[in-house]
C-alpha cells in the first residue's frame, strides 16, 4: 500500500504551490522521516516527474472539471490531491482508478477541508467518465 508513499507526496507538492520547485534536501528529508521504502521513492519520483512535465496539462484538465472553482481559487490542498491522482490516473497504468480516487480523497479529508473528499472524488470520478467514453 502507498499510502505513505502518497501522502509524503502530497506534502512535496503542496509545498511546490508556494515555491515553484521543491528542494531536492527537503525532499531526501521527508523519504527519510517517513520511512519511505525504494519502491516507494521511485512511485514518488516518478509521480513527480509527470506532475513536472504535464503540469499544464493537468491544471487544464482540473480546470475544465471545476466550474464554480477555477483552478487558481482551489485549495492549495485540494489543487495537490487532485495533481497526485490524476497523474496516476493519466500516466500510471500499474494503479486502479478507483484506488487513485479513494486515496486521493483519503489525503483531502486529512489535510484539507470538510468538503474536500466528495469534491475531489467527484472531479477525478467525472475525468474517469469522460477518459471511458473517448
Excluded: W
Aim: net charge neutral.
Amino acid at each position: 500500500m502507498r499510502t505513505s508513499a502518497r501522502e509524503t507526496l502530497f506534502k512535496i507538492v503542496f509545498a511546490t504551490q508556494f515555491t515553484k520547485s521543491a528542494d531536492e534536501s527537503f525532499i531526501r528529508a521527508l523519504y527519510k522521516s517517513e520511512k519511505l521504502t525504494e519502491d516507494d521513492v521511485k512511485y514518488c519520483a516518478s509521480a513527480l516527474s509527470i506532475i513536472t512535465v504535464h503540469g499544464d496539462e493537468l491544471v487544464r484538465i482540473i480546470d475544465e472539471r471545476s466550474k464554480l472553482f477555477p483552478e487558481s481559487r482551489l485549495f492549495p490542498a485540494d489543487r495537490s490531491v487532485l495533481m497526485i491522482a490524476l497523474a496516476e490516473i493519466m500516466y500510471l497504468d500499474d494503479i486502479p482508478k478507483a484506488v487513485s480516487v479513494n486515496e486521493a480523497a483519503n489525503i483531502a479529508s486529512k489535510y484539507s477541508s470538510e468538503k474536500s473528499a466528495s469534491f475531489v472524488s467527484g472531479i477525478l470520478s467525472e475525468i474517469i467518465r469522460e477518459r471511458k467514453n473517448v
